[in-house]
Nanobody, 115 residues
């Protein structure tokens, strides 16, 4: 099994920045397809960004150019840098990854963008 623990959420004003971190309970090098998702009340969880082995990244159109994801094997965490935040980015953000063919999710961290 793998536990994924997110941190770094909070309240920020529009145009501000936040950094989310996800720390797995196992060596991050053995966890595949790590990424971030988000969900708002009444809506389905949506994919935000992913990083795969080798460092290739992908982003949802809604965050492209504003969010950056990277996986730091040396520091054993997955990070999502969020800039130019908009109230539309308000959501619970979840870290996800796959280990031995099974998908795992963190408990989520709330991000609120409001003035």
């Amino acid at each position: 099994q793998v536990q994924l623990v997110e941190s770094g959420g909070g309240l920020v004003q529009p145009g501000g920045s936040l950094t989310l971190s996800c720390t797995p309970s196992r060596d991050i090098a053995v966890i595949r397809g790590m990424g971030w998702y988000r969900q708002t009340p009444g809506k389905q969880r949506e994919w935000v960004a992913s990083v795969v082995s080798g460092g290739a990244t992908a982003y949802a159109d809604s965050v492209k150019g504003r969010f950056t994801i990277w996986r730091d094997n040396a520091n054993i965490r997955l990070t999502l840098q969020m800039n130019s935040l908009d109230p539309e980015d308000t959501a619970v953000y979840y870290c996800a990854g796959s280990y031995r063919g099974r998908d795992y999710w963190g408990q989520g961290t709330q991000v609120t963008v409001s003035s």
